[in-house]
């Protein structure tokens, strides 16, 4: 970790309300997940945004999970190494972030190798997390593995293909939406400039 003192002010105010959207139910599902689906035999960390932090740091943890999401021989991440050097870890780090940015994730869903490095900003580590595993659950390519009620299945595109007679027969029809004049008509109207007519 970075040797910065305490923020104070307005500094200190935001890094607050960034700690508060941090999620320790989250947290424990996606340990959970994060063990099924890279077979981690070290056990989960304690509960808290700082042991996961500490679990997490080093990168490897992260590649390993990137790399099970993939078929066998077809890993992005080619070496995994466990080195302490800082460097050496914030390299791991980007390259879990350059595969999931590679396997699908959004890349206003990806967090930057500072907010989980420094602990910066913890939810956003949970929110790339939860966009990975839920573009798992969706990809259903065999390769996930764990509960899939833990994320939601993203939205599937739905293309539909209309011969050139049924969308001529559709410009034929009024739409609802449109209004209708059934049941109009100008009776009961006065001529415009003309005083109304009170009875």
């Given at each position: 970790m970075a040797n910065r003192g305490p923020s104070y002010g307005l500094s200190r105010e935001v890094q607050e309300k960034i700690e508060q959207k941090y999620d320790l139910e989250l947290e424990s599902k996606l340990v959970d997940w994060i063990i099924a689906q890279s077979n981690d035999t070290n056990g989960p960390p304690q509960p808290g945004r700082v042991n996961f932090q500490e679990w997490l740091i080093?990168?490897?943890l992260l590649c390993k999970l990137m790399n099970s999401l993939h078929p066998n021989g077809k890993e992005p991440i080619q070496r995994i190494s466990e080195s302490?050097?800082?460097?050496?870890?914030m390299e791991q780090i980007s390259q879990f972030l350059r595969a999931a940015e590679a396997y699908g994730v959004r890349t206003t869903d990806i967090f930057q190798t500072v907010d989980l490095w420094e602990g910066k900003d913890m939810a956003a580590v949970q929110r790339t997390l939860m966009a990975l595993g839920s573009l798992a659950v969706t990809k259903d390519d065999g390769c996930y593995r764990g509960d899939p009620s833990w994320f939601r299945r993203k939205a599937q595109e739905n293309r539909r293909a209309f011969s050139t007679e049924q969308l001529r027969h559709g410009q034929n029809v009024i739409?609802?939406?449109?209004?209708?004049?059934?049941?109009a008509s100008q009776s009961g109207m006065t001529g415009y400039g003309m005083p109304r007519q009170i009875l």
């Open positions: 080093d990168g490897t302490k050097m800082a460097f050496k870890q739409g609802l939406q449109m209004g209708s004049n059934k049941g």
